[in-house]
DNA sequence: CCTAGAAATGATAATCATTATCATGACGGG
DNA sequence: CCCGTCATGATAATGATTATCATTTCTAGG
């Protein structure tokens, strides 16, 4: 059975992540977390695998193997250069309506998505490229 | 500078990944590779992101945080479950022409894109979910 | 064709984010 | 208040990827 209401740890979770202006890893999230109440590392990991299991938030991994966190209210995508790593944040998600048509047409729960592209930043294209 | 023409690992990588039909792991290239020639993980490793620098492979993250890599040409995208783990593949890419236009009006170069929808799968959301 | 410097390679060790384990603590119904 | 269940924290283990470094392969001259 789901469980009806948050841990002590997805609340905390949860809160910190909402207060976010870009999505961050699980690592700084326990960071931030441990300054205010005590956990642990494995807590962390686990409650955002129940809070993405519930719809409440979702995840992108960088070019370096992080995996970042986010709540899904804030739908946000990026251009990533494949040489500096940099990421660029796109205005705006250019799939709202596409989710929402998917949602119906499908017999799969959407919760979230990841949209985001790769190639090379100014800069990099230039030099090396 | 950069290079003129593919290295032996890369040209050897960039032929098995054209002959898959699905994105597959840096490993498993490696023991598709070796049975025809001799060849080391790390070089692999190497191939392909040099590849990726080259807009010729692109790569996703798998939940269980294997990156599987891809040619550019096929273009494929996932609905992948947050609890079981299976991923359902999309009949078109939704992207074709939000991509093109943005190739044109935005500094960056774009080599390509992932895109991927996260929830639950039928069975899963009826049990669990 | 031969040679020296540069680039690529393979074997191996090291890294490090994430998971598994397990003993302990909190919780909720009876 | 008590017991079974789930949550938690500390720590060890995992495993994909990366760094290292000695060796081999290329390449551009000469
Ligand atoms: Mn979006
Ligand atoms: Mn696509
Ligand atoms: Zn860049
Ligand atoms: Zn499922």
New interface residues.
């Given amino acids: 059975m ?1 469980q009806v209401h948050c841990t002590r740890a997805q609340t905390a979770v949860l809160q910190v992540l909402q207060q976010q202006r870009e999505p961050i890893s699980a690592q700084a999230l326990y960071t931030l977390i441990k300054q205010q109440q005590r956990i642990g590392l494995a807590t962390v990991y686990r409650a955002l695998d129940a809070l ?2 519930m ?1 409440q938030v ?1 995840h992108r ?1 960088t070019l370096t ?1 992080e ?1 970042l966190y986010n709540a899904v209210e804030q739908d946000r995508h990026y ?1 990533t ?3 500096c790593g940099q990421s ?1 944040p796109l205005n705006t998600c ?2 709202k309506g ?2 929402l048509s ?1 949602k119906h047409s ?17 800069p990099c ?1 230039v030099q ?2």
């Fill in positions: 789901t993405k299991r719809g979702q991994v193997g995996t251009m250069c494949l040489d660029f250019p799939l596409l989710e998917l499908s017999s799969f729960t959407i919760y979230y998505h990841t949209l985001e592209f790769f190639g090379l930043c100014e294209s090396g490229g």
